[in-house]
């Protein structure tokens, strides 16, 4: 393994952490330079933004960024996957792969794990190969081309679900009838919160509000409704839809957010 990629393995999981993920580079693996390190600390409204031509590793097309934002659980990936002067010549998504967690590279075309080859779409963050198969999270982010700057949003947001506004979010009943009912559930990401959120009805007839974040290796779990659980597809951890574990590899619970009802709407206090 090249002196880079062992560098860049300690910037980012630590000594001990890059050692053990070196083992698992196979005599094969591509020498994939990867990204630089960069730490950049969001504003209060979530959003970072990036002065291109700083960064001599990223302002070519091919180029790429890991970038750190102080609060944030995974590094971003940054890269430069097209040069058409548009508002998406640049993608930003999850930096540690969705395998085994190993920090990510950049060919110049796809993004590509060192340790075991997985390969994923800068666009999307879809699989292409594996042995990864749970996608990337991506993150909303728009390049200015007359000022050079590229602003990463990471509270963005559905547009068709309620915002967080001062750390609350409103569900009222009248869009999200299901809530009324033994069973029911609502999700969506919330703008200002950037994350997606779980909304229950349980057996008992009372509320439950978790968020998405698998606490293992920060993967996004989902719903089973079968199961009736909420389930990580990277390592296979389980969760009631009150968010405590059943299943490891994860030890702790979802985050959970308190929940109160109204005569007309049910109102998430936490968000944030």
Known sequence: MSSTRR????????????????????????????APVTDVTASELG?????????PDLEPVGGALTVRVPGEQVPLLVVHSKDDGAPNDFSVLSSLCTHVGCPLGF????????????RFS????????RPATVPLQTF???????TGVLRINLRAGQSDFPSAVN????LPLSQFPQL???GGSVTGVPSGYGKRIFVFRLQDGSLSAVDSVCTHAFCEV?????????????HASIFTRAGAVTQGPATLPLKKFTVSETGDSVVLTGVA
Do not use: M, W
Request: charged share 20%; proline share 6%.
């Open 122 to 129: 800068a666009t999307d963050g879809s699989v292409l190969q």
């Open 222 to 234: 989902n719903y089973r409704e079968q199961e009736a659980d909420l389930f990580c597809a990277c």
């Open 47 to 55: 959003t970072v933004d990036i002065l291109v031509s700083r960064y």
């Open 180 to 182: 009324r009912d033994v």
């Open 107 to 118: 060919d110049g075309k796809d993004v590509i794990c060192p340790c075991h080859l997985s």
């Open 7 to 34: 560098g860049f393995l300690k910037g980012i999981l630590g000594t001990g952490a890059a050692s053990a993920a070196a083992t698992t580079l196979p005599g094969c693996a591509p020498d994939i330079n990867p």
């Open 167 to 170: 750390g609350q979010v409103v």
């Open 140 to 146: 909303a982010a728009e390049y200015n081309p007359n």
